[in-house]
């Protein structure tokens, strides 16, 4: 089919007013979000999102992993469905732009098409993932992971938050369980717009990222034993000392992740000590690392050489390790033919692009497993996400959902 016209334009004023009205659900403590997903903020959030899906004329499906799919028909009874979409839960101190941006930028696609009278040969699906953050229940990415066939829906609905509450029964306590079995739909394609995260876009004055790959990445938990035992009393030669040897295996895991460049990281952002008393040295540590690189060799090596380095360290300091995989995805190739669409519309729109690699883990990593996918980004301001002073401009956030209408037009097929 032939492009779609340079003049057609999403109405960035409506967009933007409706990241405003979702982001007053959840808010944070100094002007972001917290909807942890399955929370009373996310079924408030589900609640508004589905009012205004349905005001656009859309019908809605639910599948056992809560997973909210918005479809406007098509014209073709027989044509599968484009998929556009990404999540509206939150880290506990999230932003009011990652994922969300994403999800109200399909919706705002859809009313675009309304407001303009277009049709399209496929259905255009809008999609709101579960549980995309991981911040309440690891893994990230669960609900599209299980649709994707990587990951079980009894072990996602297994999954225990911090406080020992169960993902499939507070699924059921917010009144999200689906019908529908997960992975049963069928995607012509998927695409998510989606803030960068990082500060590239922004570096290089470029208002739109062209995906092309997705970094791989490994979610190890770490569980050190040590001997509770008064810090001021306890003679130095005789501590089991289960954060000393945290702080050891984080200072080894910064060396694997410098020894591995380019394009390795790795770190820790979450860990818990018990009993976490200002005067006790901890009996137990739990804490996970995060190894990324968008080379699967590379991957593999980092893992391998923080299973072999860190039960060393343990040893050494006489405390108790164990070591387990949270969270899992392979390196990821979206697929070149949307790449080369979402290029081609930012050229005609006259946005200035460049192609970028995504440091974070998306729906869309576990999309591209059982369809072409591919993804657009936005800049943030000083590359700050999953933190409350996450900003993005109306301009930035208008003109990647401009790309991604055309992107979708051009999928779904404009029909007359």
Known sequence: ????????????????????????????????????????????????????????GLSMGVDQMGTMFMTRPGTDPDALP????SHLDTQPTGGKYDGVLGVLSALEVVRSLND???????????????????????????????FAGEIPLDYAYGRKD?????????????????????????????????????PILEAHDKPIGVVTHGQGLWWLEVTLTGKEAHTG????????????????????????AM??????????????????????????VVFTIDIRSPELAKLTAMRARIEEEAPKIAEALGVGFAIEPVG??????????????????????????????????????????????????????????HNEDETITPEWATA???VLLHAVLETAEIVG
């Not at 990415?141 to 299980?146: D, F, N």
């Not at 952002?269 to 137990?284: E, Y």
Request: with cysteine; aromatic share 6%.
């Open 82 to 85: 484009v998929y556009v979409g």
């Open 116 to 146: 303009l009278g277009i049709q399209t040969k496929h259905p255009i699906v809008v999609t709101n993932w579960t549980n995309e953050e991981g911040a309440r229940f690891s893994p990230a990415m669960l609900a599209s992971g299980v």
């Open 233 to 256: 009393s306890t003679p130095m030669n005789m501590r089991v000392n289960a954060g000393l040897a945290m702080a050891r295996i984080l200072e080894m895991v910064q060396k694997v």
């Open 162 to 198: 911090p406080e020992g509450k169960i993902f499939g029964e507070e699924l059921q306590r917010i009144g999200w369980v689906g019908e529908e079995t997960v992975g049963a739909r069928k995607m012509h394609a998927y695409l998510e717009y989606h803030i960068e995260q990082g």
């Open 328 to 385: 899992h995805f392979d390196p990821v190739t979206f697929d070149p033919i949307l790449v080369g669409r979402v290029r081609a519309a930012a050229e005609r729109l006259g946005y200035g692009h460049m192609d970028i690699i995504s440091g974070a883990g998306h729906d869309a990593c576990w999309a591209a497993r059982v369809a072409p996918t591919t993804m657009i980004m936005c800049p943030c301001v000083d590359g700050l996400s």
């Open 1 to 56: 089919m032939t492009a779609p016209t340079d003049n057609l334009r999403i109405n960035g004023e409506r967009l933007w007013d409706s990241l405003m009205e979702m982001a007053k659900i959840g808010p944070g403590v100094r002007g972001g979000n917290n909807r942890q997903t399955l929370t009373d903020a996310d079924a408030e959030g589900r609640k508004l999102f589905q009012s205004w899906c349905e005001a656009a």
């Open 400 to 402: 990647g959902a401009d």
């Open 259 to 284: 020894d591995s460049q380019p394009g390795c990281v790795g770190g820790v952002g979450q860990m818990f000590f018990s009993p976490n008393s200002r005067n006790v040295l901890p009996g137990k």
